[in-house]
Structures are given as structure tokens and as C-alpha cells.
């Protein structure tokens, strides 16, 4: 089965300054990658996501890079604000599966 | 508001008692899910129905049955709670057919057995 690996556990940056978190995925099937972020007390929230036909995707400070070939996708995190401060979840899946295998998060921390 | 909702929030109770959740979600999606986050936050799916059919049935004890009255909710009762038990609970849903299959999670229900 998928094997997710996600790295660092914990991240701790100046707020204005970047965060980048990566993770490796070993079944090459997957072809569908989200992003989660899980603030105090709440569910996951899928913040972007990105399928395995584009190299790239951003939605504003947020971008995500996917190398298939090396098997691994990044989240990059610009210019960040505290309340960005947050427990991020990789995921790779395949594309109208229903079978999500989840990386073991990062900790997130923005300082003022 | 469409939404994954799940209840109760919080449950607290003792070792051997046994416990329900219910999840209840409005998006119109066909596939419903349970997650387990324990205390170091790592997420693993338990169950996962479809259309009220069990798809997805990992490595979980029989204490754990998940029952899913129509595809619109998906109940987990726990029997004979034991310590380990302790943990948040998600509900999520999403919509299988072509196209991302984007779940929406529910806001946990944490489970503290004494």
C-alpha cells in the first residue's frame, strides 16, 4: 500500500518569513495530492490540492509543488501571518478513489 | 449551513462503558468516513462506507461498528471502552465519481476514557 512520509514534525518561522514542508509518497498510482490544515480544536480543512498531470499550483501566499518522478510534493507558504500557525496533513490519493493515505503532520508555529 | 457535523464533542468516560458518535452530513456526498487522530496528531483511517456499504474496513477491533442508517449518516458505536481508546474521532465525507475526491472532515469528537 502508500506509504506517506511528511517532514519537519515541527516548524517554527518569523512571521514574513516562508514555510516549506515536504512529504514523499512510494506508490507511484497516486495521482492526486491535498493539503490539509487543522487549526485548535477543528477538523482538517483542505487549504489546496494538486492532481498529478501539473508540476505546479498556487492560490495566493500558498503554492504546491509535485515531482513524480522523484515521488515527492511540497508546500510552500509565503509571507506568513500567525494565524497560519497550524497542524498542516499531506495526502496522496488516487483520483476518484476513496482511499486517502495522510502524512503525520507538521506543526506549524508563526512567531510575531 | 452544509456541513460535516458530528456529536458529541466531547465524551468523557470509563474504562468497559459503551459509547456512540453520530455524523450527520448536508453535502449531498456518497462516501462517509471514520478517522482516528491519536495524541501525536497522526490520522488513520477506520471505516469508510459508501452508499451505506462498507468499502473500507481496516485493522480495527470488533468493539468498533459502524453502522450507516442512509448515506447521509455514518454512527460509530464503541463497546467495552478500554484506555487506548482515548482520542479525537472525525467524521468526513466525499464525493466518489470523476474529479477530485475532496473529503470534508466534521470537527472531531474527543473521547477520553478514565
Known amino acids: 500500500g502508500e506509504n506517506v512520509e511528511q517532514h519537519p514534525s515541527t516548524l517554527s518561522v518569523q512571521e514574513g518569513d516562508s514555510a516549506v514542508i515536504k512529504c514523499t509518497y512510494s506508490?507511484?498510482?497516486?495521482?492526486?495530492f491535498p493539503w490539509y490544515k487543522q487549526e485548535l480544536g477543528k477538523g482538517p480543512q483542505l487549504i489546496i490540492d494538486?492532481?498529478?498531470?501539473?508540476g505546479e499550483k498556487k492560490d495566493q501566499r500558498i503554492a504546491v509543488t509535485l515531482n513524480k518522478t522523484a515521488k515527492h510534493f511540497s508546500l510552500h507558504i509565503t509571507e506568513t501571518q500567525p494565524e497560519d500557525s497550524a497542524v498542516y496533513f499531506c495526502a496522496a490519493s488516487i483520483i476518484s478513489g476513496n482511499q486517502f493515505y495522510f502524512g503525520t503532520g507538521t506543526s506549524l508555529t508563526v512567531i510575531p | 449551513d452544509t456541513a460535516v457535523s458530528q456529536t458529541p464533542k466531547y465524551l468523557v468516560t470509563q474504562m468497559g462503558n459503551d459509547k456512540s458518535i453520530k455524523c450527520e452530513q448536508n453535502l449531498g456526498h456518497d462516501t462517509m468516513y471514520w478517522y482516528k487522530q491519536d495524541s501525536k496528531k497522526f490520522l488513520k483511517i477506520m471505516f469508510s462506507?459508501?452508499?451505506?456499504?462498507?468499502?473500507i474496513n481496516e485493522t480495527v477491533p470488533n468493539r468498533f461498528s459502524p453502522k450507516s442508517p442512509d448515506k447521509a449518516h455514518l454512527n460509530l458505536h464503541i463497546n467495552s471502552l478500554e484506555l487506548g481508546d482515548s482520542a479525537v474521532y472525525f467524521c468526513?465525507?466525499?464525493?466518489?465519481?470523476?474529479?477530485?475526491?475532496?473529503?470534508?472532515f466534521g470537527a472531531g469528537s474527543r473521547l477520553t476514557v478514565l
Open positions: 494538486i492532481r498529478s498531470n501539473v
Open positions: 506508490d507511484s498510482a497516486s495521482n492526486y
Open positions: 462506507y459508501n452508499n451505506k456499504e462498507l468499502i
Open positions: 468526513a465525507s466525499s464525493r466518489m465519481g470523476a474529479g477530485a475526491n475532496v473529503l470534508t
